[in-house]
Protein backbone atom coordinates (compact mmCIF):
# COMPACT_ATOMS: atom_id res chain seq x y z
CA UNK A 1 0.00 0.00 0.00
CA UNK A 2 1.65 3.00 -1.08
CA UNK A 3 1.92 6.02 1.22
CA UNK A 4 3.76 9.44 1.92
CA UNK A 5 5.68 8.61 5.36
CA UNK A 6 6.38 11.77 6.95
CA UNK A 7 8.83 11.59 10.59
CA UNK A 8 8.81 12.68 13.39
CA UNK A 9 4.73 12.51 13.97
CA UNK A 10 5.09 14.81 16.85
CA UNK A 11 8.39 17.54 17.57
CA UNK A 12 8.15 19.40 21.09
CA UNK A 13 11.48 21.55 20.82
CA UNK A 14 12.58 25.15 22.41
CA UNK A 15 12.38 28.26 20.67
CA UNK A 16 15.39 28.77 18.81
CA UNK A 17 16.62 25.28 18.35
CA UNK A 18 16.72 23.37 14.70
CA UNK A 19 13.62 21.31 13.30
CA UNK A 20 13.98 18.98 10.83
CA UNK A 21 10.80 16.92 9.77
CA UNK A 22 11.36 14.29 6.71
CA UNK A 23 9.37 13.16 3.63
CA UNK A 24 9.52 9.82 1.83
CA UNK A 25 7.19 10.38 -1.26
CA UNK A 26 5.29 7.75 -2.88
CA UNK A 27 7.98 5.85 -5.24
CA UNK A 28 7.36 7.32 -8.83
CA UNK A 29 6.26 10.79 -7.59
CA UNK A 30 8.07 13.48 -9.12
CA UNK A 31 6.16 16.27 -7.41
CA UNK A 32 6.09 16.98 -3.43
CA UNK A 33 4.57 19.62 -1.23
CA UNK A 34 5.38 20.96 1.77
CA UNK A 35 2.02 22.52 3.77
CA UNK A 36 1.78 24.15 7.57
CA UNK A 37 -1.90 24.16 9.28
CA UNK A 38 -3.34 26.16 11.72
CA UNK A 39 -6.30 27.18 13.37
CA UNK A 40 -6.00 30.94 12.28
CA UNK A 41 -4.22 30.06 8.86
CA UNK A 42 -5.88 26.76 7.83
CA UNK A 43 -3.63 25.04 5.14
CA UNK A 44 -1.08 27.08 3.52
CA UNK A 45 1.48 25.55 0.96
CA UNK A 46 4.76 26.40 1.94
CA UNK A 47 7.03 25.22 -1.11
CA UNK A 48 6.73 22.80 -3.72
CA UNK A 49 9.15 20.44 -5.66
CA UNK A 50 8.97 19.20 -9.10
CA UNK A 51 11.91 16.04 -10.22
CA UNK A 52 13.93 17.64 -6.72
CA UNK A 53 13.63 21.67 -8.21
CA UNK A 54 11.72 24.01 -6.60
CA UNK A 55 9.51 25.29 -8.35
CA UNK A 56 7.56 27.63 -5.61
CA UNK A 57 8.62 28.56 -2.48
CA UNK A 58 6.94 31.87 -2.00
CA UNK A 59 4.86 30.47 1.05
CA UNK A 60 7.70 30.03 3.18
CA UNK A 61 9.90 32.58 5.17
CA UNK A 62 12.59 32.11 3.40
CA UNK A 63 15.16 34.04 6.39
CA UNK A 64 14.48 30.29 8.53
CA UNK A 65 12.71 27.81 6.58
CA UNK A 66 14.38 25.90 4.05
CA UNK A 67 13.20 22.96 1.89
CA UNK A 68 15.76 20.82 -0.18
CA UNK A 69 15.30 17.33 -1.79
CA UNK A 70 18.49 15.42 -1.30
CA UNK A 71 16.72 12.41 -3.65
CA UNK A 72 13.68 11.67 -4.90
CA UNK A 73 13.23 9.28 -1.96
CA UNK A 74 13.66 11.83 0.68
CA UNK A 75 12.54 15.57 1.08
CA UNK A 76 13.16 18.09 3.96
CA UNK A 77 11.88 20.90 6.00
CA UNK A 78 14.55 22.87 8.19
CA UNK A 79 13.61 25.66 10.46
CA UNK A 80 16.53 27.50 12.09
CA UNK A 81 16.01 29.05 14.52
CA UNK A 82 12.29 27.82 15.36
CA UNK A 83 9.76 30.23 17.15
CA UNK A 84 6.57 29.17 18.85
CA UNK A 85 4.84 30.93 16.28
CA UNK A 86 5.97 28.00 14.03
CA UNK A 87 3.50 25.45 16.59
CA UNK A 88 1.48 24.01 13.98
CA UNK A 89 0.84 20.33 11.87
CA UNK A 90 3.38 20.23 9.01
CA UNK A 91 2.12 17.90 6.03
CA UNK A 92 3.79 16.49 3.01
CA UNK A 93 1.63 15.36 -0.07
CA UNK A 94 3.23 13.87 -3.23
CA UNK A 95 2.02 13.76 -7.06
CA UNK A 96 2.71 12.62 -10.51
CA UNK A 97 1.12 15.54 -12.33
CA UNK A 98 -0.47 14.27 -15.57
CA UNK A 99 -1.62 10.58 -14.28
CA UNK A 100 -4.82 10.35 -11.79
CA UNK A 101 -6.21 13.81 -11.90
CA UNK A 102 -3.39 15.10 -10.30
CA UNK A 103 -4.22 13.64 -6.88
CA UNK A 104 -2.36 14.55 -3.86
CA UNK A 105 -1.47 12.04 -1.70
CA UNK A 106 -0.72 13.57 2.37
CA UNK A 107 1.75 11.86 4.75
CA UNK A 108 -0.08 12.38 8.28
CA UNK A 109 1.82 14.97 9.17
CA UNK A 110 4.17 16.14 11.93
CA UNK A 111 2.86 18.40 14.78
CA UNK A 112 5.42 20.40 15.61
CA UNK A 113 5.42 22.30 19.16
CA UNK A 114 7.79 25.21 19.86
CA UNK A 115 7.69 26.38 23.59
CA UNK B 1 -4.41 32.39 -9.56
CA UNK B 2 -6.57 30.07 -8.01
CA UNK B 3 -9.09 31.36 -5.06
CA UNK B 4 -11.18 28.35 -3.21
CA UNK B 5 -14.46 29.64 -0.95
CA UNK B 6 -15.64 27.40 1.49
CA UNK B 7 -18.59 29.17 2.89
CA UNK B 8 -19.78 27.22 5.34
CA UNK B 9 -17.30 27.11 8.48
CA UNK B 10 -19.25 24.53 10.66
CA UNK B 11 -22.25 22.61 9.43
CA UNK B 12 -23.97 19.67 11.39
CA UNK B 13 -26.62 16.80 10.35
CA UNK B 14 -28.63 13.92 12.07
CA UNK B 15 -26.57 10.43 11.14
CA UNK B 16 -28.78 8.96 8.07
CA UNK B 17 -29.48 11.87 7.02
CA UNK B 18 -28.34 14.20 3.72
CA UNK B 19 -26.07 16.85 3.84
CA UNK B 20 -24.79 19.44 1.39
CA UNK B 21 -21.40 21.27 1.70
CA UNK B 22 -21.13 24.43 -0.33
CA UNK B 23 -17.64 25.42 -2.40
CA UNK B 24 -16.83 27.88 -4.82
CA UNK B 25 -13.65 28.34 -6.87
CA UNK B 26 -12.25 30.62 -9.61
CA UNK B 27 -9.56 29.81 -11.98
CA UNK B 28 -7.80 31.11 -15.05
CA UNK B 29 -6.86 27.89 -15.94
CA UNK B 30 -9.10 25.38 -18.47
CA UNK B 31 -8.11 22.53 -17.76
CA UNK B 32 -8.35 21.73 -14.25
CA UNK B 33 -9.10 19.28 -11.53
CA UNK B 34 -11.45 19.70 -8.34
CA UNK B 35 -11.02 17.41 -4.89
CA UNK B 36 -12.97 17.33 -1.98
CA UNK B 37 -10.44 15.95 0.76
CA UNK B 38 -11.76 14.67 4.43
CA UNK B 39 -9.73 15.11 7.78
CA UNK B 40 -10.71 13.77 10.42
CA UNK B 41 -9.54 13.87 14.28
CA UNK B 42 -6.50 11.55 13.06
CA UNK B 43 -5.66 14.78 11.29
CA UNK B 44 -5.17 12.27 8.53
CA UNK B 45 -6.05 13.82 4.96
CA UNK B 46 -7.93 11.27 2.51
CA UNK B 47 -9.50 11.95 -0.52
CA UNK B 48 -13.22 11.63 -0.76
CA UNK B 49 -13.43 12.26 -4.48
CA UNK B 50 -12.57 14.41 -7.90
CA UNK B 51 -13.59 15.65 -10.90
CA UNK B 52 -11.87 16.47 -14.21
CA UNK B 53 -13.34 20.07 -15.22
CA UNK B 54 -13.71 18.89 -18.51
CA UNK B 55 -16.57 16.30 -17.84
CA UNK B 56 -19.92 17.03 -17.78
CA UNK B 57 -21.13 14.04 -15.73
CA UNK B 58 -20.65 14.75 -11.67
CA UNK B 59 -18.71 12.43 -10.14
CA UNK B 60 -19.85 9.74 -7.41
CA UNK B 61 -18.19 7.87 -5.12
CA UNK B 62 -20.54 5.84 -2.97
CA UNK B 63 -22.24 8.06 -0.69
CA UNK B 64 -20.71 10.95 -1.90
CA UNK B 65 -21.65 12.55 -4.59
CA UNK B 66 -21.15 16.41 -6.23
CA UNK B 67 -22.74 18.57 -7.85
CA UNK B 68 -20.36 20.31 -10.02
CA UNK B 69 -21.86 23.64 -12.23
CA UNK B 70 -18.77 24.55 -14.45
CA UNK B 71 -20.17 27.86 -15.63
CA UNK B 72 -21.04 29.12 -12.28
CA UNK B 73 -17.49 27.87 -10.68
CA UNK B 74 -19.42 25.90 -7.97
CA UNK B 75 -18.46 22.43 -6.90
CA UNK B 76 -20.66 21.23 -3.33
CA UNK B 77 -20.88 17.90 -2.15
CA UNK B 78 -23.40 15.60 -1.28
CA UNK B 79 -22.86 13.14 1.56
CA UNK B 80 -26.32 10.85 1.25
CA UNK B 81 -26.94 8.79 4.53
CA UNK B 82 -24.66 10.31 6.32
CA UNK B 83 -22.44 8.43 9.15
CA UNK B 84 -20.98 8.77 12.79
CA UNK B 85 -17.81 8.28 10.82
CA UNK B 86 -18.12 11.19 8.57
CA UNK B 87 -17.19 13.80 11.05
CA UNK B 88 -14.60 15.45 9.87
CA UNK B 89 -13.19 18.84 8.80
CA UNK B 90 -13.50 18.60 4.73
CA UNK B 91 -11.82 20.62 2.68
CA UNK B 92 -12.44 21.34 -1.56
CA UNK B 93 -9.34 22.19 -3.47
CA UNK B 94 -8.53 22.79 -6.94
CA UNK B 95 -5.58 22.10 -9.09
CA UNK B 96 -4.06 23.09 -12.42
CA UNK B 97 -2.19 20.79 -14.55
CA UNK B 98 0.99 21.87 -13.53
CA UNK B 99 0.10 20.55 -10.00
CA UNK B 100 -0.19 23.27 -7.78
CA UNK B 101 -3.04 23.06 -5.49
CA UNK B 102 -5.26 25.81 -3.62
CA UNK B 103 -7.49 24.83 -0.73
CA UNK B 104 -10.85 26.27 0.82
CA UNK B 105 -10.59 26.77 4.45
CA UNK B 106 -12.72 24.00 5.37
CA UNK B 107 -16.63 22.96 6.58
CA UNK B 108 -16.29 21.34 9.65
CA UNK B 109 -18.95 18.27 9.88
CA UNK B 110 -20.65 16.90 12.81
CA UNK B 111 -22.41 14.19 12.43
CA UNK B 112 -25.24 13.53 15.69
CA UNK B 113 -26.36 10.63 16.58
Known amino acids: DARVTQTPRHKVTEMGQEVTMRCQPI?????VFWYRQTMMQGLELLAYFRNRAPLDDSGMPKDRFSAEMPDATLATLKIQPSEPRDSAVYFC?????????????FGAGTRLSVL | AQTVTQSQPEMSVQEAETVTLSCTYDTSENNYYLFWYKQPPSRQMILVIRQEAYKQQNATENRFSVNFQKAAKSFSLKISDSQLGDTAMYFC??????????FGDGTTLTVKP
Open chain 1, 93 to 105: ASAKPGTEQNIQY
Open chain 1, 27 to 31: LGHNT
Open chain 2, 93 to 102: ASNTNAGKST
